[in-house]
């Protein structure tokens, strides 16, 4: 039962509720957290990171002392799913960096999950083991062949109880058919076949082939100078297997239907919102690329985020956004600067509730942000160890521009833009959040949880 999405604003009290992470100190690039992904029950979480590892948390079951209160989230199973690789025909090594992780719905005792660097797509089996066979005939306890004339009879093997072990399995691995860098994968709502996405074409894929993908997607041009944009995010839709969207680098968004040609290079739908002339600068073209795509779960909006908004289209109206949030725009006058780091290239992310009532995305200085659709509220939050008592309540955080600053507020000067929240996810029916500030996995949820 999802509750207290109504209205966040007014009912929601975010609280802290755990953090997983070492301190700042020492922490390598390997460490910092690139993906997050809750299950499609909430039960897992998974994070990847920059040195190929993926960690899965599991919630643990309701105590009988305390039975509403649902447990933490504990770690179930850490595994390395991609390591670095050279590629020697453009001498260029391909970094082991998880790009995205994806959950299949659960079918059995198993679980599944696709992983994805900038070449490679991973599907994993994570299974649990509570037994081992034990009375072999042709080997000994410890494992070695026993002499064949020496057995004089058959034993039958017995399974024997043992420590509960988690073991992840690379189940398919998909590999050879990206010549740029992969950027999102989707799983199709058939469970049959999933696509994945890189700068200039799509590919579809089945599940058990692993030799052959279909390309259904190729925007690159005869001759490469006359290139304009890139595909930047893909995402199926959540019910109608024949239909998905993949935003640009314009901040245009496509939506497609397979069913009209095998390669979707003409699209069924084109969102654009029209610039406004006066707001155009030398920055304009980059912060209007659209970093993340995503479905609402109903399937009727799409949700776009690019450097400083977050947008929601309708399915049935191309020409502009129903809805636009302002996420940072005091760094509008900041633009200079962020470009002089490479800020201005961060891309940051989106997700939806359970309830398509409200919308999350990171900014910087370890602040993310809500948005309320219902009552245009709005929130601030930060994600950091000050405050992480359990249980304690988030303060809403105010930035301030100029002028007189309030004790409660604090400077745009004094953002911390190394401490930025790329990454986070948002519990399928729950007021639980997972977001990633660099090499730590923070967990909130609502004080009703």
């Known amino acids: 039962m999802i509750t207290g999405f109504g209205n966040l604003m007014q009912d929601v009290l975010w609280c802290f509720s755990q953090v997983k992470g070492t301190l700042d100190i020492g922490v390598t690039e390997a460490d910092i957290i690139s993906t997050v992904e809750f299950n499609h029950t909430g039960e897992l979480l998974a994070t990847g990171d920059k040195g190929g590892r993926v960690v ?41 960096k998880i790009n995205k992780i994806r959950w299949l719905p659960q079918q059995n005792a198993a679980y599944f999950l696709l992983s994805t660097n900038d070449k490679t797509v991973k599907l994993w089996k994570v299974s649990e083991r509570d037994k081992r066979p034990e009375g072999y005939n042709l080997k000994d306890e410890d494992g070695r062949l026993r002499d064949p004339s020496m057995i004089t009879m058959l034993r039958v093997p017995v399974l024997r ?38 700068d200039l074409r799509i590919n579809l894929w089945n599940f058990e082939i692993t030799n052959q993908s279909f390309n259904i997607v190729d925007i690159k041009p ?17 019910h109608h297997c024949n239909t998905f969207v993949y935003s640009s680098s314009k901040g245009t968004i496509r939506l497609c239907d397979m069913r009209t040609s095998a390669l979707c290079d003409r ?34 909006y799409i949700m776009t985020r690019d450097y400083l908004t977050v947008k929601v289209w309708d399915l049935n109206m191309e020409n502009r956004p129903i809805e636009t949030y302002q996420v940072h725009d005091y760094l509008r006058s900041k633009l200079c600067s962020l470009y002089e780091n ?18 999350m995305t990171g900014s910087y200085n370890n602040f993310f942000r809500m948005f309320d ?4 509220r709005d929130v601030t939050l930060e994600a950091s160890r000050e405050n992480s008592k359990p249980r304690a309540i988030l303060k809403p955080r105010k930035v301030c521009v100029g002028g007189k600053r309030r004790k409660d507020e604090i400077s745009v000067d004094s953002l911390d833009f190394s401490k930025k929240i790329l990454h986070t996810a948002w519990h399928p029916s729950e007021n639980i959040i997972a977001v990633a500030a660099t090499n730590n996995l923070y967990i909130f949820q609502d004080k009703v949880n």
Not at 68 to 75: F, M, P, T
Not at 269 to 290: A, G
Not at 373 to 376: E, F, L, V
Request: with cysteine; charged share 30%; net charge negative.
């Open 56 to 96: 899965i948390f599991q919630r643990e079951q309701e105590s009988k002392n305390q039975p509403h209160r649902r447990g933490e989230y504990n770690v179930y199973s850490t595994f390395q799913s991609h390591e670095p690789e050279f590629d020697y025909l453009k001498s260029l090594e391909i970094e082991e």
């Open 161 to 198: 109880p043992m420590d509960l072990m988690v073991e992840a399995t690379p189940r398919r691995v998909f590999a050879n058919a990206h010549t740029y860098h992969i950027n999102s994968i989707s799983v199709n709502s058939d469970y049959e076949t999933y696509m994945s996405a890189d």
């Open 222 to 238: 005869a001759n490469m100078e006359e290139l304009t944009e890139v595909i930047t995010a893909a995402e199926f839709h959540p």
């Open 267 to 300: 699209h069924a739908k084109f969102f654009e919102e029209p610039e406004d002339p006066s707001n155009r600068s030398f920055f304009s073209e980059i912060i209007s690329s659209i970093s993340d795509v995503k479905f609402s779960h109903s399937g009727r």
């Open 342 to 359: 490479d800020c201005i290239f961060d891309k940051f992310e989106c997700v939806w509730n359970g309830s398509d009532s409200v919308i």
């Open 373 to 376: 659709r219902n009552t245009k």
